[in-house]
Antibody
Framework: QVQLVQSGAEVKKPGASVKVSCKASGYTFTSYDIKWVRQAAGQGLEWMGWMNPNSGDTGYAQKFQGRVTMTRNTSIKTAYLELSSLRSEDTAVYYC???????????????WGQGTTVTVSS | DIQMTQSPSSLSASVGDRVTITCRASQTISWYLNWYQQIPGKAPKLLIYAASSLQSGVPPRFRGSGSGTDFTLTISSLQPEDFATYYCQQTYNTPETFGGGTKVEIK
């Protein structure tokens, strides 16, 4: 079945970087964009950006510009989110999601990973 | 950035009730509006895309409507598994933004 499986929980110190992986299966990895969304405990959803696994093109929310990098390895159908210069406010669950590609589908996220908890603490 | 305002932020309802959640955009977003359901500890689940299209596998008691700046998610007859938090999301432009969420609780 179509699924995205993310890497395990991470604990990082302030100033460090974290890299979260998102492995796709059950569909053609290069045919759908991957988006990343995060959620702090008890809070709402925050969109971080998108990546086209075919071209490698990316688009990031201004809030994260300079700190975020989205990449992929098509041979193993895996997308990556790297966030640097971590601070306590980055403590959250990070989700990857597949994005529907047609205009008529309004680029909605139809398949989600299970989430990766990133804790930033000294 | 486009601001998405959901109301109410929470509501209490009984099984069988009709529930309506609204979402307002700070500028027109055409029909680039999606609805998600999130159960605590789980990833969000897509319910409605393009304002009114029902995602495959989602029960027809969920209905989305609206265009421009004002949108509605209606659950025609609330079921026990519907107690969750609901989010709207605009994909009209980036950064994509979400509403603050509506928590549907058991009365």
């Amino acid at each position: 079945q179509v699924q995205l499986v993310q890497s395990g929980a991470e604990v990082k110190k302030p100033g460090a970087s974290v890299k979260v992986s998102c492995k796709a299966s059950g569909y053609t990895f290069t045919s759908y964009d991957i988006k990343w969304v995060r959620q702090a405990a008890g809070q709402g959803l925050e969109w971080m950006g998108w990546m086209n696994p075919n071209s490698g093109d990316t688009g990031y929310a201004q809030k994260f510009q300079g700190r975020v990098t989205m990449t992929r390895n098509t041979s193993i159908k895996t997308a990556y989110l790297e966030l640097s210069s971590l601070r306590s406010e980055d403590t959250a669950v990070y989700y990857c999601a597949r994005a529907l590609g047609a205009v008529a589908e309004s680029y909605a996220m139809d398949v989600w990973g299970q989430g990766t908890t990133v804790t930033v603490s000294s | 950035d486009i601001q998405m305002t959901q109301s109410p932020s929470s509501l209490s309802a009984s099984v069988g009730d009709r529930v309506t959640i609204t979402c307002r955009a700070s500028q027109t977003i055409s029909w680039y509006l999606n609805w998600y359901q999130q159960i605590p500890g789980k990833a969000p689940k897509l319910l409605i895309y393009a304002a009114s299209s029902l995602q495959s596998g989602v029960p027809p008691r969920f209905r989305g409507s609206g265009s421009g700046t004002d949108f509605t998610l209606t659950i025609s007859s609330l079921q026990p598994e519907d107690f969750a938090t609901y989010y709207c999301q605009q994909t009209y432009n980036t950064p994509e933004t979400f509403g603050g969420g509506t928590k549907v609780e058991i009365k």
